[in-house]
């Protein structure tokens, strides 16, 4: 009986070690997107920044930009920050100039991810 007790301790030692370095060994993934719209002479436009983990900071930064004689201008800016969270988004709108093409172009942070960048395809504004 003492014999069965042991092996048993032993057996659930052993499944308690392996499931925690399991459970610890999850891949790490964040992402993020951004995006623009347009109606009429206004752009709206959008981040998100996500992790599948609560982040000690988690930032979205959003940058909407006009193209200029083949160089890309800012034109507004957004952003958004939290701590000990796993999403963040930063949104805003402004009116713009006919005769460009507008884009945003987002940086993304979480502290488990470190840094990375997203861009929106581009608008025609008339």
Known sequence: MTKRIIVFALVLLVLLTTLSTSFAMQPYSSNGTCSISKSGNTISYSGNTRSTTTEATITVSITLKRLVSGQWQTVDS??????????????DSCSVTGGYYYKVFATHYTTSGGTWYTESNQVWVS
């Open 78 to 91: 957004v952003s958004a920050s939290k701590q000990k969270a796993t999403s963040v988004s930063a949104t």
